[in-house]
């Protein structure tokens, strides 16, 4: 299981929302590769990277941003936010971006990103964001019928490398990550999935210990990293000290 920190981009700053709301932007560093470049400085060998004005926009915004982010650090980026067409996901792997996270065009789209996962094995994700277990898109502005395990299976054997499950009510406010769910996605599915979206402190890492957890591929940390809550360098040694969970 891999520990990523997060970076959220929002007017090409570092941003932390309140359950994906625009109005509720906490800037933490305006110098996104300064703020990767610490995280790799703490041990994080991942990156969960997010363009926020993209995801709404609906195309790249942040792309500068993210060029420097790749260049500053030698961090496996995954990231996600306005990847709607075969074009941005082959410029963004092109660039240097490990995995591409698909999340709105998932929900509308199904076959383009069977197709994006056909052309790019092993690089393709899918974000699914839920709000009481339904999806969300367009940044989470527009809310969906379709549950989070339906959308999931939908890619059962398509070639999709990882879902990465968010808990929008939990997003930000650091309410501790929504096991239950997370889990039964991850036991009702083959692909695997990444917890996000509350992550608050080295108890919820602890959490992440447990036998129950043993089928989740890795968990996203973000508000608490930026303002202390949770130690890296402690919460790191005692995944990698649990023997399945690193930041390299």
């Known amino acids: 299981m891999i520990l990523f920190p997060a970076i959220d981009l929002k007017n090409g700053e570092c941003v932390r929302l309140v359950r994906g709301d625009m109005e509720r932007a906490t800037v933490f560093n305006t110098d996104p590769a300064a703020q990767a470049q610490t995280f790799e400085a703490q041990g994080f060998g991942y990156l969960h990277v997010v363009d926020l004005d993209g995801a709404f926009a609906g195309a790249p915004v942040n792309a500068l941003a993210v060029e420097r982010i790749l260049s500053a650090t030698g961090m496996k980026v995954q990231?996600?936010?306005?990847?709607?067409?075969?074009?941005?996901?082959?410029?963004?792997?092109?660039?240097?971006?490990?995995?591409?996270?698909?999340?709105?065009?998932?929900?509308?789209?199904?076959?383009?990103?069977?197709?994006?996962?056909?052309?790019?094995?092993?690089?393709?994700?899918?974000?699914?964001?839920?709000?009481?277990?339904?999806?969300?898109?367009?940044?989470?502005?527009?809310?969906?019928?379709?549950?989070?395990?339906?959308?999931?299976?939908?890619?059962?054997?398509?070639?999709?490398?990882?879902?990465?499950?968010?808990?929008?009510?939990?997003?930000?406010?650091?309410?501790?990550?929504?096991?239950?769910?997370?889990?039964?996605?991850?036991?009702?599915?083959?692909?695997?999935?990444?917890?996000?979206?509350?992550?608050?402190?080295?108890?919820?890492?602890?959490?992440l210990l447990a036998p129950d957890c043993a089928k989740l591929a890795g968990a996203i940390s973000g508000r608490a990293l930026y303002d202390g809550r949770l130690d890296a360098g402690e919460a790191l040694a005692l995944l990698r000290g649990g023997d399945r969970i690193e930041g390299r």
């Open 79 to 207: 990231l996600g936010g306005g990847v709607r067409d075969l074009r941005t996901v082959a410029g963004w792997l092109d660039k240097g971006v490990s995995r591409v996270i698909i999340g709105t065009a998932a929900l509308k789209d199904p076959d383009f990103v069977r197709e994006a996962a056909r052309l790019y094995p092993g690089r393709i994700a899918v974000g699914i964001d839920a709000r009481d277990g339904r999806v969300a898109v367009e940044g989470w502005a527009l809310q969906s019928d379709v549950s989070a395990l339906d959308l999931g299976r939908m890619f059962e054997d398509s070639g999709v490398a990882a879902i990465i499950y968010t808990d929008i009510a939990r997003d930000g406010v650091l309410m501790g990550l929504n096991i239950p769910q997370t889990v039964a996605l991850a036991e009702a599915l083959t692909i695997p999935v990444i917890a996000s979206g509350g992550l608050a402190s080295i108890e919820d890492v602890k959490r």
